[in-house]
Structure formats: C-alpha cells, structure tokens
C-alpha cells in the first residue's frame, strides 16, 4: 500500500520561505510521478507542481514558475518543495500525491489532477503580511 506523507507547512511573513517534504512508502513500480497540489478555503484543489521519477522532468503551474523549485532525493524516497517570494494567495492546505505507471512517465504526463491515485493528508501552509 502506497502512503505518502507530507511535513514542513507552517506560518510564514510575505516574502519568505518554506521547504515542503513527501516521504513516499510502498512504491512498486519503478516509474512514478510525484505532484504537489493546493487548495485554498472555497477554491478547487489546484495542481502547483510534478516531477517524474522517470526521466526527471518536471511541471509548473504558472502561478508558482520562478518561485517554487520541485526536487527529488531517491535514497531518501522523498520529494521537495521550496518555496521562496512566498504571497497571501500562497495560503492554502498543500497535498502531495503520486501515480506509479508501468512505463516511463514523461513530462507531459504529469499535467492532470486525475492522474494521481495516492494523496497524503496535507500540510498547512500560510502566508501573512
């Protein structure tokens, strides 16, 4: 069974920083693809950002491109969000979840909420002024 565990949300000023984990456990397959999603109170889950355990590539939303960095430590089974220039809209419940493929998952199959099958619990992050 596949369990993913999210840590390092907290409280932060405008401007600051904030580096998110997922801890992944159980993971079969050698190709899978690990994602960061948020959602703010009365918005829909959005997708920030995903990296492929395949080749590596990764994806950004817009909103999140040169200020969000996503990266992996394969010893560690652990993926990494760093978050700089944090904003007040950056304020919102952050989710890892994964989806494991029996063939190499490439970047433009990273985009899409519904690829992903295994969610943490998530992780509060919020940003004030």
């Known amino acids: 069974e596949v369990r993913l565990e999210e840590s390092g949300g907290g409280s932060v000023q405008v401007g600051g920083s904030l580096t998110l984990s997922c801890a992944a456990f159980g993971i079969v397959f050698g190709h899978h693809a690990i994602g960061w999603f948020r959602q703010a109170p009365g918005k829909e889950r959005e997708q920030i950002s995903s990296?492929?355990?395949?080749?590596?590539?990764?994806y950004y939303a817009d909103s999140v491109k040169g200020r969000f960095t996503i990266s992996s430590d394969n010893v560690k089974n652990t993926v990494y969000l760093q978050m700089t220039n944090l904003k007040p809209e950056d304020t919102a419940v952050y989710y890892c979840?994964?989806?494991?493929?029996?063939?190499?998952?490439?970047?433009?199959?990273?985009?899409?909420?519904?690829?992903?099958?295994?969610w943490g619990q998530g992780t509060q992050v919020t940003v004030s002024s």
């Open positions: 990296i492929s355990k395949s080749d590596g590539s990764t």
């Open positions: 979840a994964g989806y494991e493929s029996l063939s190499p998952i490439a970047e433009h199959s990273l985009e899409g909420i519904w690829r992903y099958d295994y």
